[in-house]
Nanobody, 115 residues
Framework: VQLVESGGGLVQPGKSLRLSCSAS????????MKWYRQAPGKERELVAY????????YYSDPVKGRFTISRDNAKNTVYLQMNSLKPEDTAVYYC?????????WGQGTQVFVSS
């Protein structure tokens, strides 16, 4: 299993970023995909997840209404569109899949929101 995140960077408050996670080594279309984040000095937290066909999604309260998770099963890729970014969104963002009772993680992509 390999997960590779991209799309992070430095952005001003109120702006947008789109994260991507490219997956390989497993049948992508049959697994729920998740995005987590970890801010400095804090525990890793679930941000959003999406079901196998994209028909159902979940968002944590801090990001609800601002972030959108989506997936393209033909491209084995999951996305996180982040709008109206706030300084408190600053964190390393990780893609996750739980397969056969094992959690797999990417290397993470840093998002820094600052003016």
């Amino acid at each position: 299993v390999q997960l590779v995140e991209s799309g992070g960077g430095l952005v001003q408050p109120g702006k947008s970023l789109r994260l991507s996670c490219s997956a390989s080594g497993f049948t992508f279309s049959t697994y729920i995909m998740k995005w987590y984040r970890q801010a400095p000095g804090k525990e890793r937290e679930l941000v959003a997840y999406i079901t196998t066909d994209g028909s159902s999604t979940y968002y944590s309260d801090p990001v609800k209404g601002r972030f959108t998770i989506s997936r393209d099963n033909a491209k084995n890729t999951v996305y996180l569109q982040m709008n109206s970014l706030k300084p408190e969104d600053t964190a390393v963002y990780y893609c996750n899949v739980r397969r056969m009772m094992t959690d797999y993680w990417g290397q993470g992509t840093q998002v820094f929101v600052s003016s």
